[in-house]
């Protein structure tokens, strides 16, 4: 197959949605046992070690379509993978088991992602997103990672000594998933990004088009790979631990770094249309959490037809 053609550009997107998927696989697995066996309990790693390790796809992804091609990559594949996470994560789970909301997660970090979702556009509003934006949503990550911390403290404070008896023990082989799925997620992520815009560029799509859609679905591939796995686990608090931790990373972690290394600049088509979506869609979750504690199954159906609906007028 020649360089560039259809058929290999297609071949590179494929490889690197499932390289992605693997390396997040060995990344949560390894930084997950790792977190187990220093006596952290499932919800925690959920929405702390595991929702990180599922960042990092959008976090490789936004750095070096940043690098590589236009900030465009980045701030799409972010803004779309949030609202994925969302719409087509939680709304899966949700179909597959009612997921209950742990009044921990609801209390102390679904107003997080909130703050980050309506911070991203307030810093974002001016059409651009450079060096002290970037600070100020780095300060924001240490809030939440001390919030996070305490937390932390307070849950190893109440382990007896039987349950810390009872964990399991560190492994090397545990340092070697995180190791492997790092350089996975390194190699899927260019390889996507090669795949991806090639295939849609030769369509005619924009950048910001690509990010959006193909960049930011093939990105939160891990955190659906999770939070469905969990939901039929019946571990639902993980499913909704792993999406809300992920999105206040997405924004705090990845968008901040990337502002830090280049300036972001925002569209006003991203300020009429994408911005707004993703504070309706996070507000709409939220609202639906708070109902009842829980997503329903026709909740799960409510987030995927507005994931739906957003797809549908993304299209020009």
Not at 51 to 56: G, H, I, L, S
Not at 237 to 263: C, D, E, K, M
Request: proline content about 4%.
């Amino acid at each position: 197959m020649p360089l560039g053609s259809p058929a290999t550009e297609l071949l590179l997107l494929a490889a690197g949605v499932i390289l992605l998927y693997l390396g997040a696989e060995s990344l949560i697995k390894g930084a997950a046992d790792l977190a187990l066996a220093v006596g952290l309990k499932a919800s925690t790693v959920g929405v702390t070690v595991v929702a990180f390790a599922t960042t990092a796809p959008e976090l490789f992804v936004a750095i070096v379509g940043a690098a590589t091609v236009s900030t465009d990559i980045g701030l799409g594949a972010i803004v779309g993978s949030n609202i994925a996470n969302i719409g087509l994560v939680l709304g899966i789970a949700a179909l597959i088991r009612p997921l209950d909301v742990s009044e921990t997660v609801l209390r102390n970090q679904v107003p997080f992602m909130v703050v980050a979702a309506l911070l991203l556009v307030a810093l974002g509003w001016n059409g651009r997103i450079g060096r002290p934006e970037g600070v100020v949503l780095l300060v924001a990550l240490a809030g939440f990672t001390l919030v996070v911390i305490r937390r932390i403290q307070r849950t190893q404070s109440g382990i007896t000594a039987a349950e810390r008896d009872a964990m399991p023990d560190a492994r090397p082989r545990d340092v070697g998933l995180v190791v492997v799925g790092l350089v996975a997620l390194v190699a899927g992520s260019q390889w996507l990004i090669s795949g991806g815009r090639g295939l849609l560029s030769a369509a005619g799509f924009s950048d910001l088009f690509i990010g959006l859609t193909v960049l930011a679905i093939g990105t939160s591939l891990p955190e659906l790979a999770a939070s469905v796995v969990a939901a039929v686990r019946d571990e639902t608090s993980f499913s909704i631990g792993n999406v809300v931790g992920s999105n206040i990373y997405n924004v705090l972690a990845v968008i901040g770094i990337l502002a830090i290394l280049t300036p972001i600049q925002v569209s006003a088509g991203v300020r009429a249309f994408e911005f707004p979506v993703l504070v309706a869609i996070t507000v709409l979750v939220v609202g639906l959490m708070i109902r009842g504690a829980r997503l329903s199954r026709l909740d799960g159906f409510v987030l995927i037809v507005a994931y739906g609906v957003f797809v549908y007028l993304l299209f020009p």
